[in-house]
């Protein structure tokens, strides 16, 4: 295969203290990386760097490792604006929008399904993310959810079963009934096409017993648990989530000391979605307490058409260091390396030998620009499994 080595980098985080300074971000200065196929083979001073085949030119600029967007749901039909324009108008967000986009999933066919999976995705990358997780959950039918799990496996490795959203609408009259529905036919339809399992423990929602029934009988399908969690107000889906040994305990908004406990001593990661927060004017997650904790912290779009319509990490970072007690820095690896330990991968989320080459190429000398520039597009390359795609 042919080598390529990327030069004359200003500032490269590698997360990987051994690599760089010693910080958690392995930060290193007049850097370059070295490319052969889809992995990273070297990464270190530019002095130093082994002689490759080709050559790319960094400028100057600073190089992080591809976003990894560990919490998505991208198979969807139809629109939400006036929903959105509604809340923004006083109305409070409540788990019952999600029937909207249930109606409007159903009535899709799969191309649109798949070209709205696509452009989202492909729209994220151009931002700089380079894995994504995507989710079903707006079909609440075993046909639906399971042709939404097939569509999303069509464009990604990190698929995720989540009938568990809300009570289908068929089902309004029987919840009981409706639970096993997820956990019986629906499970055996959908677990082919999935890595992991969800649910939305939320009054409004699920509860946990519900929530447990749920989560079990997907990891005695073969399926990793993760939880939508603590989002609307205190509840016992974090706790559920690190007894479970879940992945990642996701929103985590409304947290008590007990959980925050929990998650600092536990292998479970708190995905914070401030694209939430933002589209529904909620409190914000106090990631710093979480982070003082010793907790693992992600951080993710949430990219959904009701309640966090963004797809872009970079606008995630700057509202966690705004609004949510992190530090640049903290940002940054929650975005990278926080979300490669949601999904628990080693291969991403990282720029060290044997991880997959997936970088971003920030036009700016530094990586705190992604928060000190809100909003304004800074990726001037990304590459994907070491191919140069934007």
């Known amino acids: 295969m042919t080598t390529t080595a990327i030069t004359d980098i200003a500032c490269l985080v590698t997360n990987d203290p051994s690599l760089g300074d010693g910080s958690p971000l392995g930060l290193i200065r007049d ?21 490759a085949d080709k050559a790319v030119d960094a400028g100057g600029r600073a190089m992080i490792p591809g976003f990894v967007d ?9 629109d939400r604006t006036q929903e959105f324009n509604a809340r923004m108008s006083g109305r409070p967000y409540s788990a019952g929008g999600i029937r909207t986009t249930v109606a409007a999933t159903r009535a899709a066919s799969d191309d649109e399904l798949s070209a709205n999976v696509a452009r989202y995705l492909a729209e994220a990358l151009r931002q700089g993310t380079t894995t994504c997780e995507t989710k079903s959950g707006y079909g609440l039918t075993v046909e639906d959810e399971a042709r ?14 989540l009938g568990a959203h809300i009570v289908s609408p068929d089902y309004a009259d ?15 339809a959908c677990a082919p096409h999935a890595r992991w399992i969800d649910v939305f423990c939320e009054q409004g929602a699920f509860d946990g017993d519900q929530a447990r029934a749920v989560l079990t009988a997907g990891i005695a399908k073969g399926l990793h648990p993760r939880v939508h969690a603590n989002q609307l107000g205190h509840g016992p889906g974090v706790q559920l989530a690190v007894e479970l040994d879940a992945a990642s305990a996701d929103h985590c908004t409304h947290l008590t000391d007990a959980d925050i406990d929990a998650l600092g001593q536990g292998d479970t990661v708190a995905t914070l979605l401030p694209g939430a927060e933002f589209s529904t004017r909620a409190v914000w997650p106090d990631a710093r307490r979480l982070l003082d904790a010793g907790a693992t912290v992600a951080l993710s779009t949430d990219c959904n058409p009701g309640s966090s319509f963004t797809s872009s990490m970079p606008f995630c970072i700057a509202l966690a260091v705004r609004d949510m007690g992190m530090t640049p820095d903290e940002a940054v690896r929650a975005a990278t390396a926080g979300g490669a330990a949601a999904l628990r991968r080693t291969d991403v989320g990282r ?10 190429l920030l036009d700016a000398p530094s990586h705190v620009h992604l928060a000190y520039r809100p909003g304004v597009p800074l990726a001037d390359a990304v590459w994907q499994r070491g191919a140069r795609v934007a």
């Open 174 to 188: 029987d919840p009981a009934g409706y639970v096993d529905l997820v956990t019986g036919p629906m499970l055996d």
């Open 31 to 51: 850097a370059a990386v070295v490319i052969d196929g889809d992995r990273i083979v070297w990464a270190g001073e530019s002095n130093r760097a082994p002689a």
């Open 148 to 161: 939404a799990l097939r569509i999303a496996a069509r464009h990604t490795d990190e698929v995720t079963f």
């Open 70 to 78: 560990s919490h998505s749901h991208l198979v969807f039909a139809g």
């Open 351 to 360: 720029i060290a030998p044997g991880a997959r080459a997936d970088l971003l």
